[in-house]
């Protein structure tokens, strides 16, 4: 009898634990399935995307997180991502560097912005202003640099610009480091 | 009428989850600055609430009502994680376009409302006639506050690249404010209000 009226009183919490074990296992079990191809299609993108950059592209090698882009046997340009702290999330942003003071260009790898404010970083006339533009000018044009913002979405827009200055400065020093060291 | 039609037909305007239940709105004037957002959203939502409500109406029976609350939160968020996890990994094209739209689906209080105030006490059938019907009902709303806002907004009309119309002052200096939150809530207010004035919402 006694056990009987434990079984229900407790009925409701068993049950949500069974619930949130099952919800918890089969969630586990798809993110394993689905992580490899995940990474595999990021990989894919990452390697389209540098192709992109470097329109002459035939292979590329990845160290101490710089993608070094070739051409035949010569290096035709370096690549990185850089991190920002949007004002949703992370952004990520592969940056193409020229040379040791120029953007070759950037794309926005991922993001989650505001759908329809910053989100719109990711389009070409908020992106094609990095274009061969030199590191000390990444900035927003109130902040002394050459970016125009996006009008809504300044912290978006800032965070862009900060992260590729401040992550080129440090791979160019990494590259220069590297080169001295050869 | 059949119930199941009743159930659906419902959604659209008596118990429109923008308009009368204002339900979800904090995804709802978040991205309603677009045709193309409103729409996205609008697939979300979709594929989620039907989905809570076939199981959530599945599982009725068993549920007491002590902790159905946090089953059916812990329910819908693994569906949203779930749905954002397979469509990275096999649909990397809708995910692309769909990828910020799903995050905000968890806190948009339309699924849980439905799956508390309908699925949880009605069958599969109409349960499912219920969450097809909401999904109608927010896509009309969100599309006529979109409409507004884009219009106004960015002087122009264009849906998924298509150029449909451009106004002529408003295209060189839009109101960028209805982009903005705080044009959301003028125009989801001045739409109540004119959609109350004519009639068309009763309470």
């Known amino acids: 009898m006694q056990i009987r009226e434990t079984l229900r009183s407790t009925y409701p919490v068993i ?19 689905t992580l490899p191809r995940i990474e595999a299609m990021e990989k894919q993108k990452v390697e389209k995307m540098l192709s992109e950059m470097f329109p002459r592209m035939t292979g590329y090698t990845f160290e101490d997180e710089i993608y070094s882009v070739y051409s035949g046997d010569d290096t035709v340009g370096h690549a990185f991502i850089a991190i920002g702290k949007g ?38 006339f908020f992106t094609d202003q990095f274009t061969s533009v030199t590191i000390d000018d990444m900035a927003l044009r109130r902040d002394g640099g050459q970016i125009d913002a996006i009008t809504g979405a300044t912290i978006s827009s800032r965070a862009v610009a900060e992260a590729v200055r401040v992550t080129a400065w440090d791979k160019v020093e990494l590259l220069r480091g590297n080169e001295a060291g050869t | 009428m059949s119930t199941s039609k009743k159930e659906f037909v419902k959604g659209l305007i008596t118990t429109n989850p923008v308009f009368v239940l204002l339900l979800g709105l904090c995804p709802a004037l978040a991205v309603s600055t677009s045709i193309d957002n409103a729409l996205g959203m609008t697939l979300a939502v979709f594929i989620v609430l039907l989905g809570a409500n076939v ?6 029976g068993i549920v007491p009502s002590i902790t159905r609350i946090p089953i059916f939160i812990v329910i819908i968020a693994t569906l949203v994680t779930l749905v954002n996890l397979l469509f990275n990994a096999f649909l990397p094209d809708l995910h692309a376009t769909l990828g910020i739209y799903l995050p905000l689906v968890v806190v948009n209080c339309i699924v849980l409302g439905r799956a508390e105030a309908f699925a949880s006490k009605n069958p599969m059938v109409r349960s499912i006639a219920d969450a097809l019907g909401m999904t109608v009902g927010f896509m009309i709303a969100m599309l006529m506050i979109s409409f507004i806002r884009q219009m106004l907004g960015t002087g122009e009309m264009s849906v998924f690249g ?10 060189d200096s839009p109101m960028a404010i209805f982009i903005l939150p705080p044009g959301g809530f003028l125009i989801m207010g001045l739409l109540l209000a004119l959609l109350r004035w004519k009639g068309v919402l009763k309470l």
């Open chain 1, 87 to 124: 004002y949703g999330g992370n952004i990520n942003i592969l940056v193409g560097l020229e040379d040791e003071q120029t953007i070759k260009g950037i794309i926005v790898v991922s993001h989650t912005e505001t759908p329809g404010l910053g989100s719109l970083i990711t389009e070409d």
């Open chain 2, 55 to 60: 199981i959530i109406a599945a599982i009725r």
């Open chain 1, 15 to 33: 049950l949500l634990a069974v619930v949130v074990a099952i919800c918890v296992t089969i969630l586990t079990g798809v993110g394993n399935i």
């Open chain 2, 162 to 171: 298509f150029h449909i119309f451009s106004l002529p002052v408003l295209i």
